[in-house]
């Protein structure tokens, strides 16, 4: 087969041809005679850091773990007794990685090596400022003030000027959220694409090109914060004439505090859009509009069930809570939990959030014995109510569990695989969890959560599209009564959740779940490729994902993939100086431009694949 695709795009002032013509002979003999199977030497990249930079080891940190996910190769050197000359020898990496203040050590032939090393096509990617004036000019940068190096505070914000990740451009972080991001106070020298600035127009994040290669430059410490962390995976593309990352390509939207204890209470921001109590609102109309969301992007949910909301930690246990909630259907007076959670699991996975409300934490229950009796006794009406399939994903209510409560659940929820709390939080209370094995309890694999809520505000924005780059996954959970936790509602501001007491729908689309609505609609735009799933196929494909083994090899306007299995997803990002590339033994799902780069994302179906770039486009189907 031979497909010719035809995309028109405009940079600047031209118009380009981007072209993707997309070869597939999976079954073609003759032509893989013609390979040489093996990988040389996989590609890597040298990450130079310093162990006596305090401040700097957690962006060190979010390195190492964003090269983890992306099966990136890497070798380290730490400046903390470097005494310089270790650079003499680059020409083993397609990009070098700075994540410290003192590169100041290094010395001024460590310098002209690293700049003969850009200027001859490798990639420079400073993902945590430094500054050394032998590098002033590589960096497209001089310091205003020798004695005051630093900006000082109140400069902050974060605007993003470009697609560095495909929909971020506009993306507007205000200066309430990102008050000090640290920076030097540069004076600008050269060309170069700002990837961001802040709130006042400073430079941020900038990419350059330097002779036949490329630096992006961030003037601050905020990609220390592991929610940036996809950032420094793109910073490390931007830079890189080729770059190969595999993804476990997922989303899982989880539905928290669903079916749930839902009284026949009156709220007043309910009642005055749809005259319906909680239980009819549930039933009526949110249940229904999520589904209907779920048919028009193919989501898929996964609810966190609660039997009830704040039923006691001791026996007797009971249902009264879960049982409350009625609705009435063609004058027939329904239970709204239990006939929500029957029909939803046909569909979608009913994950287990809890017998009540109450975290899993020994503080709370005073023992593990008064947890592990309100477990099973869940499980056991799990099963009575008709429930189906014991359950597989936890969701600790609030977020928050600890250890005893990890015990608890092994103990008694044996069909428990996975805990998704918080991707980001703190660790000790359960949360700051990565996509892997639980660190408390290797029987349970963490599928965290990267965000949350039915408006997506700009932060929340940039931290979803860095997990994507990171990993190609979304992780984000709602709760039904998102839209009553208004600040007329609640006083503790830590809880409001409906910010500006939007309603549902309301009249005009203005409503909560439009502006969701419109949020999927938008990432579908710009990630048609992602799959929504629910969290246990997630889980199956998160290890899978960790068994995917990768080997690359770059040459002139080649690259070569070794893969370990069919039907993974690899994003491969070239310099948008080639316009086109023909790819062999995989499919290209997906392609497009970043402000940096050229991408396809590919799903394999044999090996090794080829990818053929052109710098120049000929003849169009
Ligand atoms: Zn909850």
Known sequence: MNFTKRLTMRKGHFKILFLIPFLVFSNCSGKRNEINLTIQKSEKLLLIYDSSDLYALECVENARMSFKYAKLLYDEIDLKNYKGGELSKLGNYFAIVLATEFIKKLTKSDCEHLKSFVSSGGGLAVIYRGYNENLADIFGVRIRDQNQPFLKRGRSGLH??????????????????????SMFDFVHVGDKNII?????????????????G???????????????????????????????????????????????????????????EFKMNLAEFHFLVFYPDMLKLSNEFGLKYTAGLVFNYGASITPPFHLNEWRMGKASVLSKEIEVSKTIAKQFKINHELGFHGYNHTSLLVDDWGDIENMKRAIEYAMKKWKEEGLGNPPVTYIPPMNLIDSVGIQALVQSAPSIKVIAGLYAGFFELGQRREFGPEPWNGKFYCIPRVSAGFMIDDYTKAIILSAIAMLGVWTHFVHPDDVIYTPEEVENPELIRNWFSLPWRGTKEEGLYFKFR???????????YLRFMKCEDAYEEMKRFDDLKIEYEFSNDEIKIKVNQKDAFIIVQ??????????????????????TTNYVVLKTESEPIILKLKTKVTALG
């Open 214 to 272: 490329k630096v992006t430059y961030w003037n601050s410490s905020i990609l220390s914060n592991r929610s940036f962390r996809g950032f420094i995976t793109q910073t490390i593309a931007s830079v890189s004439s080729k770059f190969v990352q595999p993804i476990a390509n997922f989303s899982v939207i989880f539905i928290d505090d669903f079916p749930t204890s839902v009284p026949n209470a009156v709220k007043k921001i309910i009642w005055d």
């Open 574 to 595: 070239f310099d948008a100086i080639y316009k086109g590339v023909d790819v062999l033994n995989a499919n290209i799902i997906h392609y497009g431009q970043t402000s």
């Open 518 to 528: 419109n949020w999927v609609k938008t990432l579908k735009a710009n990630y048609p």
């Open 196 to 212: 961001a600035a802040t709130s006042s127009g400073i430079p941020v994040a900038w990419n350059l090109r330097y002779g036949m």
């Open 160 to 181: 993003f000027k470009s697609d560095f990740i495909p929909g971020l451009k506009g993306t507007a972080i205000p200066d309430s959220i990102l008050r000090d991001i």
